[in-house]
């Protein structure tokens, strides 16, 4: 299955591997490469203009085909703002990319910059080869407070994921739903099965982590959390419309769905999900501030692990990289950097523990949980495996088998466990 944005974006990749120098860009001008494009690209443009980037860096958006940066080619951009930090290792040892200068990582007089979780991925052989720029939490649950009041379903920040199942229920005779699941986009059903995993067994979420390619998917936790997901799937209350609705849903439109058609209750989505949340609320012709509920993703029971995964994008220079990337890289690297984006546009945390940001009410326990214990997305750090073409997939076709035969969720977690173990 491809995103839309795939699509749109596949005629970006070939340029990059076949076209001659300067095709892509302005001549005499360094080009960063991102994945973001709507409101998260236009906010970076704003971040170049208030450094006084943005006629010396040109951006090229390449969407899901990011990784194409980093095949090499005349056309190749200098600077590339990698949304995989755990593959920034692989990329170095394939001589991909240039080293970045170790000031970078502390300040003389505060100390260091980042919190270790990023420096476990981010150096090869005890350099580093990247800069964190933009963290991202992807254990949030972001809900209506007016719509769980009226459907009398109580407050979900008080939720185990045993409540969950409970409420879908309630909901059966209802016109409410309890979750907005956009599917159609592969990173949002792997972070949802991360964090069911986590809540499940945090050990076994580092083991597969740490294992890389090499994970071992035959685990019981990772059964767990399939038939947590397959049992909430197996409900017509779960998902407005249901499963098949779900799998062709997208990020904005999942947002959407609970906040300004008020169809659902709540939506797992990371912090960038704010400005939407914001329209989308606006349109509803309500005020966020009254609305707006957030959490983080709940645990199996009340005194269980919650899990806190990050994500985030990850500044890396190319091999052919020249000064005027590496100076553009710094500027960028600055803890005041991102200040404009945070203060004009919302959903932006920032990684740099001395970026000193006003953060909304929404985002503040988020910027201050990121400083502390957390562990990295595992779908950025399973090869392969935790791809489009591999855990989205399988977590597609398994809520697809789910959906078929809804009295046999154990048989579509065995067929699901199978393929990952099998890949």
């Not at 076709?397 to 067929?415: P, T």
Request: proline content about 6%.
């Amino acid at each position: 299955m491809l995103t839309r944005r795939t699509l749109l974006h596949a005629a970006l990749v070939a340029p990059l591997a076949a076209c001659g120098k300067g095709v892509l860009g302005t001549p005499g001008t360094v080009q960063i490469a991102v994945s973001w494009s709507g409101s998260e690209l236009a906010a970076f443009r704003t971040v170049l203009d208030a450094l006084s980037l943005s006629g010396s860096v040109e951006v090229i958006p390449l969407g899901d085909e990011i990784g194409t940066a980093l095949t090499g080619g005349r056309s190749a951009p200098e600077l590339v703002m990698l949304p995989q930090a755990g593959r920034v290792r692989e990329f170095a040892e394939r001589g991909a990319l240039r080293d970045i200068s170790e000031s970078l990582w502390a300040d003389e007089a505060q100390g260091p910059c980042y919190p270790p979780v990023w420096r476990a991925l981010l150096y090869h052989n005890g350099r580093p080869y990247g800069v964190p720029f933009k963290a991202a939490d992807k254990s949030l649950v972001w809900f209506d407070r007016e719509s769980a009041e009226e459907s009398a379903i109580g407050n979900p920040a008080l939720w185990t994921l045993e409540d969950w199942l409970t409420r879908i229920e309630f909901l059966a005779d209802k016109d409410m739903r309890l979750l907005a699941l956009a599917a159609a986009d592969g990173w949002v059903l792997t972070d949802l099965f991360e964090n069911l995993l986590y809540a499940q067994s945090p050990e076994t979420y580092a083991t597969l982590a740490d294992s890389g390619n090499d994970a071992e998917w035959e685990r019981d936790a990772v059964r767990a959390a399939l038939h947590r997901l397959g049992a909430w799937s197996a409900h017509d209350s779960a998902y407005p419309g249901g499963v098949g609705t779900a799998l062709t849903m997208q990020f904005s439109d999942a947002v959407r769905e609970v906040f300004e058609r008020r169809r659902a209750v709540l939506v797992v989505a990371p912090d960038f999900a704010e400005p939407i949340v914001r329209k989308a609320v606006a349109a509803s012709g309500r005020n966020p501030y009254d609305v707006v509920g957030v959490t983080g993703f709940p645990g199996v029971e009340a005194a269980g692990p919650s899990p806190r995964i990050v994500g985030g994008d990850v500044l890396v220079l190319t091999r052919g990289a020249g000064d005027r990337a590496e100076r553009a890289l710094v500027t960028l690297a600055a803890p005041s950097a991102p200040l404009q984006w945070i203060n004009m546009f919302h959903g932006f945390l920032a990684p740099n523990l001395h970026t000193d940001a006003a953060y909304s009410p929404f985002l503040r326990p988020s910027a201050q949980r990121l400083r502390g214990e957390v562990i990295f997305d595992l779908s950025d750090r399973t090869g392969p495996a935790g791809g489009r073409s591999e855990l989205w997939r399988v977590l597609t076709e398994f809520l697809v088998a789910v959906d078929a035969d809804r009295s046999h969720v154990g048989r579509a977690v065995n067929d699901a466990v199978s393929a990952l173990a099998g890949r």
